[in-house]
């Protein structure tokens, strides 16, 4: 009974990895990072935990960018971060990023076109 | 993957086990107690649970817990969606009590009988105090689990799926003595609930997802040892880590505050962050981390040399 149990098992498992369905899920033309910014975003662990489009641990950038603030206003945020904006997420740890690839990364977010993200399938 | 040595014999399991999970279904032992929560007391802690437990799978396109397309789910298996499990009635389980919910959690039959599919994890042992939390924040209209209409395609399961199914998950009957209470304050014996029969970390960090043993996920291949192959974000291959306490290959030179840091925040101790599959447990308190963090410190040591630590552990 070993190779069905096996089976299962990987089944199972392979289930619960399901977050490789972000990559050609839904929504992706809503401004993938280009590979200055996918870069920043591996090097400061944003990507651990944010995608462009689905919600992965913290929201989507593009739902972030739906929220309007200015770059700097993100700037800050990501060095001190206000979980109460985000009801139903887990909290945000605070993350020391450098100013200047702060911004860029801040910028980047505010260009994510506003048809992606989880929000934009509650609003008509 | 010798499908065909085992069909077989699964033939004949198939059809009495058809007829087992309808029994089943009829001896409900008595979940009643679930249906008086305080939920205003228990949906902070239900709320954290939920997203370290239900959160990576049934997080749908619309932000809420509507369920979606389980891409890594091997094709010969079937086409599997994550269920909606928001409060909605009609797609989701706003219709089940939460006595047939508590069932369901420890054994994956639904309340007509049907067991889940093969992808959704059983908790036979998870105890009452963090079911009832998990049951008060799905019961709730809060940002995760209010009613969502969200309803994705049908699961289509092929044979080898039910076969799977059958054969290995269909003997998760209702415990005869569930587990009642959780002390969270003795950390080692904390941590061991958490890392075996909350959170399953042993299925992914044991040496092959294939040889785990859920029942009893001590015994299972290269316990928490690490190297099974996983699938990252973008379909590339990831080996996960050693996280017994080994010096060398292990978790060993992590402090407590290190561990804290990497479990919330995602860094490691080499400055790397973690990667999908693995998610930073941001939701978990620091006390649910350092039960952790003392449980895993009295797990024997594997030392496995097939990991690069540098790229891995490390």
Known sequence: MKAPKSLFLLAFLSGCLSVTAQKKHQNESAGN?????????????CSSCHHTVRRIVGPPFADIAKRNYQSEAIVEKIGNPQPASWPGYPP???????????????????????NGGTEAAKRP | MKIRNVIIPALSLLVIGSAHAQQNHKSYPDTAR?????????????????????????????GLLSGKLMEDVPKVFGTVYSANITNDPAHGIG???????????????????????????RFPNIADPELESIIAFLKSDSSASKASELAEPKTKIKLAGKLATKMVLDNYDYPKAPRQTTDTT????????????????????SANIAKIDIKNPTRSKGYLGGG??????????????????????????????????VMKMGRKISGDWIKPPMQPYTSLSDNDIRAIYEYLKVVPVVNNKKLVTSRSTK
């Open chain 2, 34 to 62: 679930f249906n008086n929560l305080n939920k205003e007391e228990l949906f902070s802690r239900g709320e954290r649970l939920t997203l370290a437990t239900c959160g990576s799978c049934h997080f749908g396109n619309d």
């Open chain 2, 186 to 205: 003795f950390l080692i014996g904390y941590g061991d609930y958490l890392v075996n029969d909350v959170l399953h970390c042993f299925a992914c960090h």
């Open chain 2, 228 to 261: 099974s192959k996983l699938i990252g974000m973008n379909g590339e291959k990831i080996i996960s880590p050693n996280i017994t306490f080994d010096n060398a290959t292990g978790l060993g030179s992590y402090t407590e505050q290190q561990f804290l840091d």
């Open chain 1, 33 to 45: 990072p280009t590979v200055e910014i996918s870069a920043l975003l591996a090097k400061h662990g």
């Open chain 1, 92 to 114: 945000m740890p605070a993350l020391t990023v450098p100013d200047e690839d702060a911004s860029k990364i801040a910028d980047w977010i505010n260009s994510i076109a506003a």
């Open chain 2, 95 to 121: 219709g089940w009590s939460n006595g047939q919910l508590a069932y369901f959690i420890r054994t994956g039959i639904k309340p007509d009988g049907k067991r889940a599919n093969l992808a959704m994890p």
